[in-house]
T-cell receptor, first 112, second 110 residues
Framework: DVKVTQSSRYLVKRTGEKVFLECVQD?????MFWYRQDPGLGLRLIYF???????EKGDIPEGYSVSREKKERFSLILESASTNQTSMYLC???????????FGPGTRLTVL | GDSVTQMEGPVTLSEEAFLTINCTYT??????LFWYVQYPGEGLQLLLK?????DKGSNKGFEATYRKETTSFHLEKGSVQVSDSAVYFC?????????FGDGTTLTVKP
């Protein structure tokens, strides 16, 4: 089974802090994604990556950056956390010829 | 841009009732279509998918048929159980990128 793990299930940070959310997948998938999930807004794509050291902006990249130094790991960075970034963050991966996405359990981030 | 519109929730049913959750999608390109399910406290997981017109995806008693003429992919189950209570997301995907609906919360009461 594909396994996607995220570094924390729950995280509480202060406004202005730099926040790192880590995601690791164990199935050698090329594609990786970061979404945020908010009530009434569904899933919104923040960033995605089709290969190591490659990144593409999604629909809501402002306030975020990403890093993909190794194929299995995709990190989401909040350079200076703000209260409006309080949300559930979901990481996903998919193989190149199949659009099925495999999700991690999510990180619920609260910014105070 | 690409979009997916699904039936607004929440939906509350009694056990053994028939379930339909409507989903329509934009027809740009040749998308694959998916239903994902999210149980409380978890990430999304694939429920079923269909990759071309007239394909039927099925899993755990759930079914959905890829209807190109109506750009729809409605989810159905003949007899729901309490354990089916979850949030259901319809999605379309093409060239590695997915677009999700807003999700429909289903609650099944005993």
């Amino acid at each position: 089974d594909v396994k996607v793990t995220q570094s924390s299930r729950y995280l509480v940070k202060r406004t202005g802090e730099k926040v790192f959310l880590e995601c690791v997948q164990d199935m050698d998938h090329e594609n990786m994604f970061w979404y945020r999930q908010d009530p009434g807004l569904g899933l919104r794509l923040i960033y995605f990556s089709y290969d190591v050291k490659m990144k593409e902006k999604g629909d809501i990249p402002e306030g975020y950056s990403v890093s993909r130094e190794k194929k299995e790991r995709f990190s989401l960075i909040l350079e200076s956390a703000s209260t409006n970034q309080t949300s559930m963050y979901l990481c996903a991966s998919s193989p190149p010829i199949d659009d099925t996405q495999y999700f991690g359990p999510g990180t619920r981030l609260t910014v105070l | 841009g690409d979009s997916v519109t699904q039936m607004e929730g929440p939906v509350t049913l009694s056990e053994e009732a028939f379930l339909t959750i409507n989903c329509t999608y934009t027809a740009t390109g040749y998308p694959s279509l998916f239903w994902y399910v999210q149980y409380p406290g978890e990430g999304l997981q694939l429920l079923l998918k269909a990759t071309k017109a007239d394909d039927k995806g099925s899993n755990k008693g759930f079914e959905a048929t890829y209807r190109k003429e109506t750009t729809s992919f409605h989810l159905e189950k003949g007899s729901v159980q309490v354990s089916d209570s979850a949030v259901y997301f319809c999605a379309r995907a093409n060239a590695g990128k997915s677009t999700f609906g807003d999700g429909t919360t289903l609650t099944v009461k005993p």
